[in-house]
């Protein structure tokens, strides 16, 4: 199963978007699914407000970093993420909370953020 599909998987069966992304990726970071909860938890969601960064997307930056990432290679993943979730990073406006238009459902936030972090670092 793709990392991306897992980590859909994952975020519907109690986990948040953030929570969802690192867990498919524990073999890469090497860290508890525990550790993984804790860190995670408040990241969902936008950092629990709608009002920030997309949790699948700091996910993807955690796990980024974790397996020799840089800062350029932390541009490219935004750009990428943004590019394929319809053209932003932030939370609020993924979900079309202030204009009624949905940009990016929370299922393919994960999966796009999962996708995208495999483009730099594998599968």
């Given at each position: 199963?793709e990392r ?120």
């Amino acid at each position: 199963m793709e990392r991306g599909e897992k980590a859909v998987e994952l975020k519907h069966n109690g986990n948040n978007c953030c929570q969802a992304v690192l867990m498919a990726y524990a073999d890469r970071i090497d860290i508890s699914e525990q550790q993984i909860k804790r860190i995670g938890a408040t990241f969902g969601a936008g950092m629990g407000c709608f009002e920030s960064t997309c949790g699948s997307l700091c996910a993807a930056q955690m796990v980024l970093g974790m397996t020799g990432g840089n800062i350029r290679s932390a541009k490219l993943l935004v750009e990428g993420f943004r590019t394929r979730a319809g053209g932003s990073t932030i939370c609020r406006e993924l979900k079309g909370l202030e204009t009624g238009r949905m940009l990016c459902s929370c299922d393919d936030c994960v999966r796009y953020a999962s996708e995208c972090l495999d483009n730099l670092i594998g599968r």
